[in-house]
């Protein structure tokens, strides 16, 4: 059976015009499973009860189930989603004041190996469909109360979501959907090891979306050890990318740069990044180290993130530090990983 939700709307209005049904039959279906949240096709009222009987005949509206659900004290949330064909991926909901973030993953797996992230212990199994993205924004929609929605997204769960452009685009176009989620696309941020030519086919193709570029560190020697696929890239490759995407989309991009205590947190580092960075409309987006069992990796000290902050500012560049979120249920970024440990009971 096809999955609904990997049809985009041309397709879609293909099949109703198959059947000689309107074009508006489209709308009201996507209106029913995006904004209404109903959870199969009888639902529809105002369809026709044929045309509920067709749709529910040609089409499944899930193709995972939620394995597991972990909830922390500050309001976040963790699903654990089983796919069709046994793949497993997590995928977050956040709340933070009026914001209603989610996270959602690309891939089963990722293939980058980053030394320091969960996700790519195993590397990776295969891209998520369109519909698979698409499902979690659903999935995570649902645990809001009917008078709250979703506010932002960020492509930061597991996998390389520009190694997976070509199903990702669809699935992020309908979250911008006026009658669909309506989120903003200024509001939807894609984080990326840094593939140039990816970059620049969606600096080229849909320029419209936030995008955040992963460092991690300020030379490619050290690079190549923390994010092993620079080995094959280099730093100024994947900056001149992002430049360019600067270029086409007008808008400031993010650099992420995890900080991991005494491999890349040293005032030397801070000063050679502010160097690298240097001229760019950039905002920088720590991430203090989010344990994960098994990797020897550690957060650096209060003291060390405020000196690696300073030199940043002194030197003229826009800091952010990431509010950790949701790390006591192992939501937080890096943390999210295809086998969960047995401690964890998910
Ligand atoms: N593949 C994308 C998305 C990765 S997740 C990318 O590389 O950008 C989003 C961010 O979290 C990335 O910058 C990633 O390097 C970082 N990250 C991974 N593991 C982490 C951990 N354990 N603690 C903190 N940040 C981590």
């Known amino acids: 059976m096809r999955h609904l939700l990997d049809l985009d709307d041309p397709t879609l209005a293909m099949w109703m015009a198959e059947r000689e049904l309107p074009r508006y039959r489209v709308r009201q279906v996507r209106g029913w499973i995006h904004r209404r949240r109903v959870e199969d096709f009888q639902s529809m009222s ?200 600067f270029e086409k989309s007008g808008r400031r991009l993010t650099y992420e740069y995890v900080l991991l205590a005494e491999v890349n947190d040293g005032q030397e580092h801070a000063r050679e990044l502010a160097g690298r960075l240097r001229g760019r409309p950039a905002l920088i987006n720590v991430i203090p180290y989010n344990p994960v069992e098994g990797l020897p990796y550690r957060t650096p000290t209060e003291r060390a993130q405020r000196r690696f902050r300073e030199i940043l500012e002194q030197r003229g560049l826009t800091v952010q530090f990431r509010q950790r979120k949701g790390d006591a249920i192992s939501a937080a970024c890096g943390q999210l990983r295809r086998r969960p440990t047995a401690q964890e009971g998910m």
């Not at 009917?146 to 199903?167: C, F, K, T, Y």
């Open 46 to 245: 105002d369809l026709p009860l044929a045309l509920r009987q067709e749709l529910t005949d040609e089409f499944r509206l899930w193709s995972s189930e939620i394995v597991a659900v972990r909830e922390a004290a500050d309001g976040t949330e963790k699903l654990l989603l089983g796919l069709a064909d046994g793949g497993r991926i997590e995928c977050v909901l956040l709340r933070d004041g009026i914001r209603r973030t989610i996270c959602i993953s690309s891939q089963v797996g990722c293939a980058m190996g980053c030394v320091f992230c969960a996700s790519g212990l195993d590397g990776v199994d295969r891209n998520l469909t369109t519909g698979e993205i698409v499902e979690q924004m659903l999935l995570l929609q649902r645990r809001l109360p009917v008078d709250e929605r979703l506010s932002h997204i960020v492509v930061m769960g597991m996998g390389e979501p520009l190694a997976n452009l070509e199903r990702l685009i669809p699935a992020l176009d309908l979250a911008c959907e006026a009658d669909g989620l309506a989120i903003s696309p200024r509001r939807i941020t894609i984080s990326t090891v840094g593939l140039p030519p990816a970059i620049v086919r969606l600096a080229d193709e849909r320029p419209r979306y936030h995008l955040a570029v992963s460092l991690h560190a300020p030379n490619d020697e050290l690079r190549n050890e923390l994010v092993p696929i620079n080995r094959a890239i280099g730093l100024d490759r994947v900056l001149e990318a992002a430049d360019y995407y």
